[in-house]
């Protein structure tokens, strides 16, 4: 009977996945959790419990540890102790164990499925046929990096105890993403799941009981914001990092500022979909799915912004609400559902209130009719549409089913408003035009370009951001370097601040020859100009006689400087052969004039360390030349039909406080490589010999670098380094000094999260060339884009 | 059972179930010309597409800007259609009841060099009853007589299956126009229409030169199907585009709007024949084809895919993605046919396992 009453509807009806065994494990725990510290579980030192719900229902699934600094203290120490052994092991072992871990993860994969889902609401399609094979797939993959660590990635050694926050979105993948690299590269770690989430990453520390891993080497301790405030504070941590919203990241950045954690963050996105006329709209109606509407919007690169070229606009939108109309909301546990609960309340909540924003603003909001379910916290695939750049639904990320709208007229205007954006995560390029699409892709300033294809990812692929969806990358070679340094650095002594200090004296030394005067100026834009303040600094030999003076740059100067660097562009454009045939033009000039500069710097550092520096320095600008061209990007081989190009991009406009004991060679160690793989640069001499700068302009206005890809602002580096750190428009900061210095730059930075490189408070001999050049600075000097181009007909 | 129940059931056989609503005064925005391409079709809608009613195809000028605009993405195409398979599934009763439904759309085939008509015969008597009489009771599926749509056969046993299939309502298909490859001389595959249309086949499937595809002779293509159009008189018509052979879905899609401007009443993937058979990125590439040509010119035209669909499971994914791509108004076998052999066993003892609860065997379930 009910079967003929189906046969005419033709319903899908409930695909219910039976969660019965993920009750079971939830049972046998008796729906309560400690922390995994040590290899063994502990209940909370005082912190006591809360709820983790299933969003689908608002029920309460178990009650989970709140972390407290005692328990981070004991995770560090745990992870502490383990390290030393875990990094004994051949590189062979710890292979086996990330391997076992995968394997684990494969033979236990529909129990984490189904408890992800429950967890955080997404569909179970969703969890079974993506999150946790990727997962498998990252451990596979991060056990061949193991493997093969001491012969690809030869003088490295591991950060050492990492600590790692996670978000909610992708709990055990995120978990994944942040476990696999750290071990492989023999990092010990600490880490926090999402308050929401909680479950898998419990559910994972049993597999590494079952994998027999060495205790202490991954330590699992649950919480709120507190707790991982107290993991990124503790100070036996070496490096954190941190997926999730920019605002805490930008915190996280702040906290760490004292001391040398490094740190990598992987923040919010606003990215655009781009579709142009000639693509195959029902497809990229269908990427789109995959974009917006997968994980419930909760993604951090969710092609959350649609630009459509305006002549398909309208036919474009109506394709769009047809598809909207057959997703399916509902109970994230039936096999056919679409999308999913919302994760937490409080979520649910802000997606309303930026969509009743947006639509305050002037947006058209359209959603399919469709019921949700009573119970639960859902919000349905919407679509804004009349949205204008200037809309919150526009700029904000809003981590919901939201598409917000827009239109462009040419291929140069998609691009302009797709860089429209603080952020920089991901993108789509829809176009059947190989021309337009990696031509858009190739401006695209934005970590992932994905071309006819939507969210896609894999462990061989690098994932992260430009701007301020955060620095660093996961996955393929650059994530693991993301938990390694280089052997000389990570033993390098501690960094002693040269007595470079301005003597009191103000007097002349009797008895010196009176000397022609020499006026250096700054260097801005390829001119040489008069500081703006008017004023000059005291330049004096390490005997205190007056050498001379230098121009005393200030806020002006470093903001005409940017200006300038900004606008260079051609600098970045430039083939790598030119770039290469400037730098090497500028060692032969310096080679030219070798004794007159050797003669000046010989007053600050002396005639000995003056020829070195100009004679190594040489050596150094070839070797950036050499590297110009062959710094190469990759092609990845995920397992789809298709290629994944890793292009080395330049970062952009990148601020360097060279340091003070090389004055040449220290700034050409900076600013060289910075300048073969297309970045300009606004360089703060060394205090010590600022005067440097009067040679430095001579030698790049005769070495054909164009106008504005070096501009030196000479002065007072810790006046010059705020205005720099703190400046929007700078991309990324290089700083050598002392702790206050370094600190300072990292404090400073945090307005747009640019990317900082310091010396950590160690000293480096810029004299060797072991330590002072090489890959070490360009992997810093460049950002890795993976531009994926699925291919076929 | 409830009496709009019952209502709907009557009207939910082959033919004439799901209620469409008439097409309004003013919907039809064909012109005179366009109309007159194709034999007259009664003004009724046969289906609907986001609620828009939709004549039978008439056919239209050949409108070689469209052709031309064809874009298709195949990995993108490739990986909904893995997709797909992945988001949808139906589960007990309504599994029942939509392999129920896959039943009523299928053109049960025989198309070998030994049929005889004693095969085609024993086809027939398959396709009036699919199921075992205890199953139908078991499922308690008694008043929607399922039987099969469609019973497709060379044209030496139209007549054969005709008298075999009665007062059954089940309809008779040839191939024709020099199946499966399509080379003989043009008068020839017309003529060879004529004379299964004259010997009562309900439906005729006719296969496309494909060279006329390569050689983008588009003309061409839309005359010869034009006139297989003509020769069918009031048979439907069921454009076979040789998708194994095409090779590229943007071929694909290109024949398929060419077809539907000729005509076609279905447009259909293969001959069977071919090396690759339907596969479900050349369908949606179908299915979205026909989908625009709906929206452009208010008229629906049918899809089968044919060849390679053996499993219960597979004639669900169909299902799945007509339902998803055309909506519930292509689910019916005016709309949607499965070309097939061997999908039948399977679908019984798939519904043999939900009635019984155990896993049947094929030899528990008599053949055609």
Redesign the interface.
């Known amino acids: 009977?009910?079967?003929?009453?189906?046969?005419?509807s033709?319903?899908?009806?409930?695909?219910p996945e039976d969660p019965k065994e993920s009750l079971a494990w939830l049972d046998r725990h008796g729906r309560c959790f400690g922390f995994f510290i040590g290899g063994t579980w502990h209940a909370p030192a005082a912190g006591g419990y809360f709820d983790t719900l299933d969003p689908s229902t608002g029920e309460k699934l178990a009650s989970i540890a709140q972390g407290t600094p005692a328990d981070i203290d004991a995770a560090v120490r745990a992870a502490r102790i383990a390290a030393p052994k875990w990094q004994a092991l051949t590189p062979h072992f710890r292979a086996r164990y990330l391997y076992g871990l995968a394997r684990l993860v494969q033979k236990h994969s529909r129990l984490l499925a189904v408890l992800e889902t429950m967890d955080n609401g997404k569909p179970i399609?969703e969890s079974r046929?993506i999150d946790i094979p990727l997962v498998a797939r990252h451990f596979y993959h991060h056990a061949g990096w193991a493997q093969l660590i001491a012969q690809e990635f030869p003088d490295h050694v591991p950060c050492g105890v990492v600590g790692q926050i996670i978000p909610w979105n992708f709990p055990l993948l995120m978990l994944a993403w942040k476990i696999a690299p750290a071990l492989a590269a023999g990092n010990t770690v600490v880490l926090k799941p999402a308050e929401f989430t909680p479950l898998t990453a419990l559910a994972f520390a049993e597999l590494c009981q079952e994998a027999r891993l060495p205790d202490g080497v991954v330590n699992i301790v649950t919480g709120d914001g507190s707790t991982g405030e107290a993991l990124v504070k503790h100070p036996d941590v070496d490096k954190i990092a941190f997926t999730g919203s920019t605002e805490v990241g930008r915190a996280i950045r702040a906290a760490t500022a004292p001391g040398h954690k490094r740190l990598s963050l992987e923040l919010g996105g606003k990215s655009p979909f781009i579709i142009f006329e000639?693509?195959?709209?029902?497809?990229?109606v269908?990427?789109l799915v995959?974009g917006i509407w997968f994980n419930q919007g909760q993604v951090c690169c969710a092609g959350s912004r649609l630009l459509m070229q305006e002549s398909i606009a309208e036919t474009l939108i109506s394709k769009i609400r047809?598809r909207m109309?057959?997703l399916r909301v509902g109970p994230p546990l039936d096999?056919?559902i679409?999308i999913g609960a919302i994760v937490a309340r409080v979520q649910l909540d802000r997606i309303q209130r930026m969509v009743a924003q947006g639509v305050a603003e002037g947006a058209t909001c359209w959603q399919p009719p469709m019921a949700l379910p009573s119970r639960g916290f859902y919000y349905p695939p919407t679509l804004l549409s009349n949205v204008h750049p200037t809309s919150i639904v526009a700029q904000e990320e809003i981590f919901g089913p939201v598409l917000a709208a827009m239109t462009f007229r040419t291929p140069r205007e998609a691009v302009e408003l797709a860089n429209n954006t603080v952020y920089g995560l991901a993108s789509c390029v829809?176009s059947?035009s190989i021309n337009v699409a990696l031509h858009v892709a190739a401006q695209l300033k934005a970590g992932v370009v994905w071309v006819?294809?939507a969210n896609l990812f894999d462990a061989a692929c690098g994932f992260g951001g430009y701007r301020e969806s955060g620095y660093g990358r996961e996955g393929g070679r650059e994530g693991m370097l993301e938990y390694m340094e280089p052997a000389w650095f990570k033993h390098a002594p501690k960094f002693t601040a040269t007595a470079a200090a301005a003597p009191t004296s103000e007097e002349e030394i009797e008895g010196s020859t009176p000397a022609i005067d020499r006026t250096v100026k700054l260097y801005i834009g390829g001119k040489q100009v008069r500081p703006d303040s008017g004023y000059s600094m005291p330049v004096r030999a390490a005997d205190g006689r007056l050498l001379g003076e230098a121009p005393l740059g200030n806020r002006k100067d470093v903001r005409n400087a940017v200006e300038a660097a900004r606008k260079a562009d051609a600098w970045a454009k430039a083939t790598a052969h030119n770039r290469a045939q400037v730098l090497y033009y500028c060692a032969e000039n310096l080679s030219q004039r070798r004794s007159e500069i050797v003669h000046h710097l010989a007053e600050a550092v002396g005639e000995r360390q003056a020829g070195t520096e100009v004679d190594l320095g040489i050596e150094r600008i070839f070797s950036y030349a050499a590297w110009a061209d062959k710094y190469d990007g990759a092609v990845h081989n995920p397992p789809f039909?298709?290629i994944a190009i890793a292009m080395n991009e330049p970062i952009g406009t990148v601020g360097v406080i060279c340091p003070a004991e090389a004055p040449l060679l220290g700034f050409f160690s900076l600013v060289m490589p910075l300048l073969a793989v297309g970045n300009a640069v606004i360089a703060v001499p060394s205090e010590k010999y600022p005067l440097i700068t009067g040679d430095l302009y001579q030698l790049f206005d005769t070495s054909d670098l164009p106008g504005g890809a070096v501009n030196i602002v000479t002065g007072y580096a810790s006046q010059l380094l705020q205005t720099i750190a703190e400046h929007d428009d700078v991309d990324a900061i290089w700083c050598c000094g002392d702790d206050a210095l370094v600190s300072a730059a990292k404090a400073m930075s945090t307005g747009n999260l640019k990317q900082v490189w310091t010396n950590e408070g160690r000293a480096i001999d810029w004299f060797d060339a072991k330590q002072g050049e090489g890959r070490w600075f360009l992997e810093h000097a460049a950002q890795v884009k993976n531009i994926w181009v699925?291919?076929?007909? | 059972m409830q009496a709009g129940l019952k209502f709907a059931l009557r009207d939910s056989l082959p033919y004439n179930y799901n209620s469409v609503p008439a097409m309004p005064a003013g919907q039809d925005r064909r012109t005179e010309s366009e109309i007159a391409v194709g034999p007259p079709h009664s003004a009724r809608a046969i289906a609907t597409l986001g609620g828009r009613p939709l004549l039978a195809n008439s056919g239209i000028p050949l409108d070689l800007n469209w052709i031309q605009q064809v874009r298709v993405n195949t990995s993108a195409v490739e990986h909904r259609g893995q997709s797909q398979v992945a988001r949808r599934t139906v589960k007990k009763q309504w599994q029942a009841a939509w392999l129920l439904r896959a039943i009523t759309c299928m053109d049960l085939t025989t198309l070998s060099g030994d049929d005889t008509e004693e095969r085609v015969r024993r086809l027939c008597a398959k396709a009036r009853q699919p199921l075992q009489q205890d199953l139908v009771q078991k499922l308690g599926i008694e008043e929607l007589g399922i039987k099969v749509a469609a019973v497709c056969v060379y044209h030496a046993f139209i007549e054969t299956a005709l008298t075999a299939l009665e007062g059954s309502g089940i309809r008779v298909a040839a191939v024709s126009t020099g199946f499966p490859a399509g080379l003989s001389p043009l008068a020839e595959r017309v003529a060879e229409i004529r004379r299964s249309a004259e010997a009562g086949a309900h439906e005729i499937d006719v296969v496309i030169t494909r060279g006329h595809v390569f050689g983008a002779r588009w003309q061409a293509l839309y005359d010869e199907i034009a006139a297989f159009r003509q020769a069918c008189g009031p048979a439907h018509m069921k454009v076979i585009l040789g998708t194994g052979d095409l090779l590229t879905l943007r071929n694909v899609a290109r024949a398929s709007v060419v077809a539907m401007m000729a005509g076609a009443d279905f447009v259909k993937t293969s001959t069977g024949k071919e090396p690759t058979n339907a596969t479900l990125p050349v369908s949606l590439v179908m299915l979205r084809t026909i989908r625009e040509y709906a929206q452009q010119t208010g008229m629906a035209v049918g899809f089968k895919p044919a060849g390679g669909i053996r499993s219960a499971k597979q004639s669900l994914d169909w299902l799945a993605l007509i339902k998803e791509e055309l909506g519930d108004s292509w689910l019916r076998a005016e709309m949607f046919r499965f070309g097939v052999s061997g999908l039948l066993g399977d679908i019984e003892r798939q519904l043999d396992h939900y009635a019984n609860g155990r896993y049947s065997a094929e030899y528990r379930h008599p053949i055609a």
């Open positions: 009977m009910s079967i003929a009453e189906k046969f005419v033709m319903e899908y009806g409930p695909a399609r046929d000639d693509a195959d709209l029902d497809s990229a269908e990427g995959d047809d109309s057959t096999k056919a679409d829809w059947e006819n294809c039909r298709n699925p291919y076929g007909e």
